[in-house]
């Protein structure tokens, strides 16, 4: 049931926009619930998890490649599942307040819903390949978000980019998992997880490493492929709570957690998760620090919160998993809620410059406890259920000593700038004085409030009551990434320990820089770094490749039809003699039985194709190629083909009215290219002939099947009731040849036709 | 370049050829013919008449776009290979009947006569189509 949720998502999806259509009113209603009804599926189902009763089940989509739409749900899916369906729920009520009189609210709602199956269907994937169409599904669906609002140049590139970025990493993961069915002979995932000792000790194994994390790096928005996310949030606000905050920016951490236990343990996973997700979660803190926008500034710790749970699953000690896990909630309850908030700030004054706001509390009181709950959560107070993830996050099960300093100094500067964050998002706009003017007239209506305030609570209430989340969320999920199994003790004081000190520091650390942050000295300071650099990179390449894709077209079709010509002659002759002379060269018994007649036939013909040449008379040249022509039709008449000569025949003729017809029209008949190309055309020539000729020579000398020629004479008259063998084959044996041959000869009429009637039309408009 | 001589000859020429080519059209599966050859004598014959007379003219004549004779031929060859899908044979099985006419004798009728037809008018169109626009330029 659970897994068919998945698939009636997918159904009914297409159909919202016309129930929009029909009752914009209802459907603000009825949408919400199906997120609901999701979520309330995957709450039924925490306990058949945490009793260790996985959900498997199949259904075969292409057997001949091994790939089933297989899904199997355990505590790593269920977690996931239960953020997806959960924001998505209040996100959802948050699309039809905020999205209310949007005219293609129907098409969102469904751009929404497929994205939202998609990327359940990432998380109770067991096929490789189900997993990648599904993963490839949410890029698709970021792309059509993204870019919602179309209209805007802005966002078309912001959607391109993600899409081109997310693309190539999903290419590259989609190799790696090709290259990885190939190792285990499978392509279920759960089947992988058996063998990842065959996986790890395989000569193919840095590659698969390396690819595999190119996906989940693009994808979580990883430093250098970071700079697509703060782009995306030219996005409608619900999407980039939805999408590039809460869920979709998490299917690469998704696939780092599965692959875990398949994976994980070498130095290579380890270093690389580190390094990149240390750099990434700094950085992105950093580059945090000077927006001003609001969406940007979330939108950058965003990208450091994607660092340290790629950092702390590189990590791999128990607890760094379960701070990862832990931390993957808290994540998605606090950003979905703070970004809420601020597309309801957006929403009510116009603007999302933090400068700008101040003093909201009074008109947005609801919003103002929303955002309160998530920046505290955010800023890892205590008791909310950030506290416990920090907590978690710095005691990283290892000994601070040597590069683990490293670690903790990274996650510490990060979390003191994401509390300057939390400042400036969750308290700054609406504590200090209020604004004179009266921007804000109209109440907040429920369903926007709802969401911040919602997530808030739930932040609060797990870390109140931490252990049915425990017990029933963070543990299942951390036993199946580090397929063993584990308690997580959590307490909200365990003494004045280090871990303590440190976050205390962090607090104090976080609120210096919130002070320093009023004067706004450093942010000049930013601008002048202008760390875009791989945005840039990136930019520079796209354009590039298209540079390079116009030089080439413009030399291989530079509109003349004579380099047309030689460049397919040439690569055809090449590769042709190529291989016929890789071969050993047959040379046939050339003259042995031929009669008089043949040879006299064959002397007039190559006379005249030397004349046709050679003569000065345009006419002369037509009748010399015409008598090659007939000289052709009589070879086939010598050698018994009558159906092949009075086709020559006809061929012929119809080349001669046609070329009566545009006779007029030709230029003066005499030489205009100099001769240094009249050299090569000769030379073309000979060698297109000598290949032509070897390769019917060879045809004849090479016999690799019996010929079926005879099954054809048996049977023409038997089965296809013809005595004239040659039609039965074309009419019959071999219909659906003449069939594509047929298509061909249309195909090349409305050529023809558009060819010449739009010359025409051109010669006339320049006259 | 109107020509008496061509101009009569034509008149006369045309039903003639036309009337060939459906004489090799019909004995191609037993004897050299068949729809290629049949939809060459016939544009030979239909563009004799256009040299003649003039593209107009011959337009009145034919009163259809060389390009939607193309199309119909294709939809011919269509239905011909389609035809036995219907009894859930491959598609372009080879489909006769085989009935015995008063002054013809017993005579085979096939999918691959309809198949042979639809060439016939394929080439005719795509000919004609390339033809006329040639020299309508």
Same mark, same amino acid.
């Given at each position: 049931?659970?897994?068919?949720?998945?698939?009636?998502?997918?159904?009914?999806?297409?159909?919202?926009?016309?129930?929009?259509?029909?009752?914009?009113?209802?459907?603000?209603?009825?949408?919400?619930?199906?997120?609901?009804?999701?979520?309330?599926?995957?709450?039924?189902?925490?306990?058949?998890?945490?009793?260790?009763?996985?959900?498997?089940?199949?259904?075969?989509?292409?057997?001949?490649?091994?790939?089933?739409?297989?899904?199997?749900?355990?505590?790593?899916?269920?977690?996931?599942?239960?953020?997806?369906?959960?924001?998505?729920?209040?996100?959802?009520?948050?699309?039809?307040?905020?999205?209310?009189?949007?005219?293609?609210?129907?098409?969102?709602?469904?751009?929404?819903?497929?994205?939202?199956?998609?990327?359940?269907?990432?998380?109770?994937?067991?096929?490789?390949?189900?997993?990648?169409?599904?993963?490839?599904?949410?890029?698709?669906?970021?792309?059509?978000?993204?870019?919602?609002?179309?209209?805007?140049?802005?966002?078309?590139?912001?959607?391109?980019?993600?899409?081109?970025?997310?693309?190539?990493?999903?290419?590259?993961?989609?190799?790696?998992?090709?290259?990885?069915?190939?190792?285990?002979?499978?392509?279920? @995932?759960?089947?992988?997880?058996?063998?990842?000792?065959?996986?790890?000790?395989?000569?193919?194994?840095?590659?698969?490493?390396?690819?595999?994390?190119?996906?989940?790096?693009?994808?979580?928005?990883?430093?250098?492929?970071?700079?697509?996310?703060?782009?995306?949030?030219?996005?409608?606000?619900?999407?980039?709570?939805?999408?590039?905050?809460?869920?979709?920016?998490?299917?690469? @951490?998704?696939?780092?957690?599965?692959?875990?236990?398949?994976?994980?343990?070498?130095?290579?996973?380890?270093?690389?998760?580190?390094?990149?997700?240390?750099?990434?979660?700094?950085?992105?803190?950093?580059?945090?620090?000077?927006?001003?926008?609001?969406?940007?500034?979330?939108?950058?710790?965003?990208?450091?919160?994607?660092?340290?749970?790629?950092?702390?699953?590189?990590?791999?000690?128990?607890?760094?998993?379960?701070?990862?896990?832990?931390?993957?909630?808290?994540?998605?309850?606090?950003?979905?809620?703070?970004?809420?908030?601020?597309?309801?700030?957006?929403?009510?004054?116009?603007?999302?410059?933090?400068?700008?706001?101040?003093?909201?509390?009074?008109?947005?009181?609801?919003?103002?406890?929303?955002?309160?709950?998530?920046?505290?959560?955010?800023?890892?107070?205590?008791?909310?259920?950030?506290?416990?993830?920090?907590?978690?996050?710095?005691?990283?099960?290892?000994? +601070?000593?040597?590069?683990?300093?490293?670690?903790?100094?990274?996650?510490?500067?990060?979390?003191?700038?994401?509390?300057?964050?939390?400042?400036?998002?969750?308290?700054?706009?609406?504590?200090?004085?209020?604004?004179?003017?009266?921007?804000?007239?109209?109440?907040?209506?429920?369903?926007?409030?709802?969401?911040?305030?919602?997530?808030?609570?739930?932040?609060? +209430?797990?870390?109140?009551?931490?252990?049915?989340? @425990?017990?029933?969320?963070?543990?299942?999920?951390?036993?199946?990434?580090?397929?063993?199994?584990?308690?997580?003790?959590?307490?909200?004081?365990?003494?004045?320990?280090?871990?303590?000190?440190?976050?205390?520091?962090?607090?104090?650390?976080?609120?210096?820089?919130?002070?320093?942050?009023?004067?706004?000295?450093?942010?000049?300071?930013?601008?002048?770094?202008?760390?875009?650099?791989?945005?840039?990179?990136?930019?520079?390449?796209?354009?590039?490749?298209?540079?390079?894709?116009?030089?080439?077209?413009?030399?291989?079709?530079?509109?003349?039809?004579?380099?047309?010509?030689?460049?397919?002659?040439?690569?055809?002759?090449?590769?042709?003699?190529?291989?016929?002379?890789?071969?050993?060269?047959?040379?046939?018994?050339?003259?042995?039985?031929?009669?008089?007649?043949?040879?006299?036939?064959?002397?007039?013909?190559?006379?005249?194709?030397?004349?046709?040449?050679?003569?000065?008379?345009?006419?002369?040249?037509?009748?010399?190629?015409?008598?090659?022509?007939?000289?052709?039709?009589?070879?086939?008449?010598?050698?018994?083909?009558?159906?092949?000569?009075?086709?020559?025949?006809?061929?012929?003729?119809?080349?001669?009215?046609?070329?009566?017809?545009?006779?007029?029209?030709?230029?003066?008949?005499?030489?205009?290219?100099?001769?240094?190309?009249?050299?090569?055309?000769?030379?073309?020539?000979?060698?297109?002939?000598?290949?032509?000729?070897?390769?019917?020579?060879?045809?004849?000398?090479?016999?690799?099947?019996?010929?079926?020629?005879?099954?054809?004479?048996?049977?023409?008259?038997?089965?296809?009731?013809?005595?004239?063998?040659?039609?039965?084959?074309?009419?019959?044996?071999?219909?659906?040849?003449?069939?594509?041959?047929?298509?061909?000869?249309?195909?090349?009429?409305?050529?023809?036709?558009?060819?010449?009637?739009?010359?025409?039309?051109?010669?006339?408009?320049?006259? | 370049?109107?020509?008496?001589?061509?101009?009569?000859?034509?008149?006369?020429?045309?039903?003639?050829?036309?009337?060939?080519?459906?004489?090799?059209?019909?004995?191609?599966?037993?004897?050299?013919?068949?729809?290629?050859?049949?939809?060459?004598?016939?544009?030979?014959?239909?563009?004799?008449?256009?040299?003649?007379?003039?593209?107009?003219?011959?337009?009145?004549?034919?009163?259809?776009?060389?390009?939607?004779?193309?199309?119909?031929?294709?939809?011919?060859?269509?239905?011909?290979?389609?035809?036995?899908?219907?009894?859930?044979?491959?598609?372009?099985?080879?489909?006769?009947?085989?009935?015995?006419?008063?002054?013809?004798?017993?005579?085979?009728?096939?999918?691959?006569?309809?198949?042979?037809?639809?060439?016939?008018?394929?080439?005719?169109?795509?000919?004609?189509?390339?033809?006329?626009?040639?020299?309508?330029?």
């Amino acid at each position: 049931m659970i897994i068919n949720s998945v698939f009636i998502l997918f159904i009914i999806a297409p159909l919202i926009p016309g129930l929009v259509r029909i009752n914009r009113r209802m459907s603000r209603w009825v949408v919400p619930l199906l997120p609901l009804s999701v979520f309330l599926l995957f709450i039924f189902h925490l306990a058949d998890i945490q009793q260790g009763k996985p959900g498997f089940q199949t259904i075969n989509w292409i057997p001949s490649l091994g790939i089933q739409l297989s899904f199997y749900i355990d505590g790593l899916g269920l977690l996931f599942a239960l953020i997806i369906s959960g924001v998505g729920f209040l996100v959802f009520v948050y699309s039809s307040g905020y999205m209310k009189d949007h005219p293609y609210l129907g098409r969102f709602y469904f751009y929404m819903l497929g994205f939202m199956a998609s990327m359940l269907g990432i998380v109770l994937s067991d096929n490789l390949f189900g997993l990648f169409v599904f993963w490839e599904l949410t890029s698709i669906s970021s792309y059509l978000l993204i870019g919602f609002e179309h209209e805007q140049e802005k966002s078309r590139w912001a959607a391109l980019q993600a899409l081109l970025i997310t693309g190539i990493g999903g290419l590259a993961m989609m190799a790696g998992f090709i290259l990885l069915s190939q190792i285990t002979g499978t392509t279920g @995932i759960q089947a992988i997880t058996e063998q990842s000792e065959l996986v790890r000790n395989h000569s193919a194994y840095i590659p698969v490493l390396l690819l595999i994390l190119l996906g989940a790096f693009t994808k979580s928005a990883q430093v250098p492929f970071h700079f697509w996310l703060p782009g995306a949030m030219v996005a409608p606000t619900p999407v980039s709570t939805f999408l590039h905050s809460a869920t979709m920016v998490k299917a690469g @951490i998704y696939l780092l957690a599965r692959f875990s236990p398949v994976m994980d343990g070498t130095g290579l996973w380890h270093g690389i998760l580190v390094i990149v997700g240390g750099i990434t979660t700094v950085s992105g803190a950093v580059l945090a620090w000077p927006q001003r926008d609001l969406k940007r500034l979330l939108a950058y710790s965003t990208v450091s919160a994607l660092g340290a749970l790629t950092m702390l699953l590189g990590l791999g000690t128990p607890t760094a998993v379960k701070a990862a896990a832990l931390y993957l909630l808290i994540h998605a309850l606090y950003k979905s809620g703070l970004f809420m908030s601020a597309g309801i700030l957006d929403h009510k004054t116009g603007t999302r410059n933090i400068t700008q706001l101040r003093g909201l509390r009074k008109r947005l009181p609801f919003t103002t406890i929303g955002a309160g709950l998530a920046a505290l959560s955010m800023a890892g107070v205590p008791p909310f259920l950030g506290y416990y993830g920090k907590e978690l996050m710095y005691d990283t099960g290892m000994v +601070w000593r040597g590069w683990v300093w490293a670690v903790i100094i990274a996650l510490v500067v990060a979390n003191a700038i994401n509390i300057v964050v939390a400042i400036l998002c969750g308290f700054k706009p609406f504590w200090g004085r209020s604004p004179k003017d009266k921007q804000i007239t109209h109440r907040t209506p429920v369903s926007m409030w709802f969401g911040p305030v919602a997530a808030g609570i739930v932040g609060l +209430w797990m870390g109140l009551a931490p252990i049915p989340g @425990i017990k029933f969320i963070f543990e299942p999920a951390v036993n199946i990434i580090k397929s063993m199994k584990s308690e997580i003790a959590l307490e909200l004081f365990h003494g004045f320990t280090p871990i303590l000190q440190l976050s205390l520091f962090t607090l104090a650390l976080g609120g210096f820089l919130a002070i320093l942050t009023r004067y706004r000295n450093h942010v000049t300071f930013f601008n002048k770094l202008k760390m875009t650099f791989p945005s840039f990179v990136f930019k520079k390449t796209l354009f590039g490749l298209i540079d390079v894709a116009n030089v080439i077209t413009k030399h291989i079709q530079n509109g003349l039809l004579r380099s047309y010509v030689h460049i397919i002659f040439l690569a055809a002759f090449v590769l042709i003699g190529f291989r016929l002379f890789s071969f050993e060269i047959y040379v046939p018994k050339l003259f042995h039985d031929v009669r008089l007649h043949e040879w006299a036939l064959a002397v007039l013909m190559v006379v005249a194709a030397v004349a046709s040449v050679l003569t000065r008379y345009r006419l002369a040249a037509v009748f010399f190629l015409g008598v090659v022509g007939y000289g052709v039709a009589l070879v086939y008449i010598f050698f018994g083909a009558p159906d092949l000569a009075i086709t020559q025949v006809l061929v012929e003729t119809l080349i001669i009215i046609l070329f009566s017809l545009i006779i007029y029209h030709l230029p003066r008949f005499q030489t205009f290219s100099p001769p240094h190309s009249r050299w090569r055309d000769f030379a073309l020539a000979l060698v297109g002939g000598g290949v032509m000729t070897m390769l019917i020579l060879k045809a004849l000398a090479l016999q690799f099947h019996p010929s079926i020629s005879d099954y054809f004479i048996q049977n023409s008259l038997k089965r296809g009731h013809g005595r004239n063998v040659v039609n039965v084959i074309l009419t019959n044996f071999r219909a659906l040849n003449t069939f594509g041959e047929v298509i061909v000869l249309s195909v090349a009429a409305i050529g023809v036709f558009a060819l010449l009637k739009y010359t025409i039309k051109d010669r006339r408009t320049d006259v | 370049m109107k020509s008496t001589i061509l101009h009569i000859a034509s008149h006369h020429l045309m039903p003639l050829l036309l009337a060939v080519s459906l004489f090799y059209l019909f004995r191609g599966h037993n004897y050299p013919g068949g729809g290629f050859i049949s939809g060459l004598i016939g544009t030979a014959g239909l563009v004799f008449y256009s040299l003649a007379h003039g593209i107009d003219d011959f337009f009145k004549l034919l009163r259809i776009d060389p390009l939607s004779l193309t199309g119909l031929g294709l939809l011919i060859i269509l239905a011909a290979g389609l035809l036995p899908v219907l009894t859930g044979e491959p598609f372009m099985t080879g489909k006769w009947l085989s009935p015995s006419l008063p002054v013809l004798g017993k005579v085979h009728i096939g999918t691959p006569l309809l198949f042979d037809i639809g060439v016939y008018i394929t080439v005719i169109g795509v000919n004609l189509k390339i033809i006329l626009t040639l020299s309508e330029e």
